[in-house]
């Protein structure tokens, strides 16, 4: 054991699969280049349609313009309602195993998730039914904090002491999951235990790692 008492998890390619990954699949089936997607989003970072998006800045009717403006200008036909369908991924049970089992053992437990206002529900879920099975795995969390209710996403430092104020921990105390490294680097420089996650596998085995407990714990 440690002084590791709080664990922060992403929650879509964290707690459920990856949205990429989708992204992935629609790229090859159109005959997009690979990682047009990520591309496209990770231009002008901090004033594109997507970061705009997150922050509810705009809503879905307007995404759906200004990321194909943005498509456009790289030459490829992409509305932004075609991204917007994909970005619900699926639950990954053992990791709310192990939220269960962090929650049992006294651990503080959060979410911090860059999402939008579209679809049904927290994570834009394409039907109400999945809508209600991301919401019971959402009320575990001690405490959720949401890009487009607070209208700051990451990697704004400022999400991450929200959290960790909000869950009564200092970032030390803290360990961060997310499957994007620039929203790990800003957890890091606060002075969390940042685990980049590839794979379930991986994130449970790093999880376990960071707060001391015996491989294979979850």
């Not at 909000?166 to 957890?187: E, F, R, T």
Request: net charge negative; with cysteine; aromatic share 8%.
């Amino acid at each position: 054991m440690n002084d590791r008492s709080a664990v922060i998890f992403d929650f879509g390619g964290v707690v459920t699969s990856s949205p990429f990954e989708a992204f992935n699949r629609m790229e090859a089936e159109r005959g997009l280049p690979h990682g047009l997607v990520r591309r496209i989003n990770a231009a002008n970072p901090d004033g594109n349609a997507w970061a705009q998006f997150e922050r509810a800045e705009i809503d879905g009717a307007r995404f759906d313009i200004l990321f194909a403006e943005e498509a456009r200008a790289l030459g490829y036909d992409l509305p932004g309602r075609d991204v917007l369908a994909l970005l619900s991924g699926d639950i990954r049970p053992r990791t709310v195993a192990a939220i269960e089992w962090l929650k049992t053992h006294g651990y503080r437990v959060g979410c911090i998730t860059n999402n939008v206002p579209s679809g049904h529900g927290a994570q834009m879920s394409a039907t109400a039914e999945k809508a209600e099975a991301v919401a019971a795995v959402m009320a575990r969390f001690d405490h959720l904090v949401e890009s487009s209710r607070i209208g700051i996403r990451k990697p704004d430092p400022r999400i991450y002491a929200l959290a960790c104020e909000a869950l009564g921990v200092s970032p030390h105390q803290c360990v961060y999951l997310d499957d994007l490294g620039i929203n790990c680097k800003p957890a890091a420089a606060l002075g969390m235990w940042a685990i980049k996650v590839t794979d379930e596998d991986q994130a449970l085995a790093d999880l376990a790692e960071a707060l001391g407990l015996d491989p294979g714990t979850f």
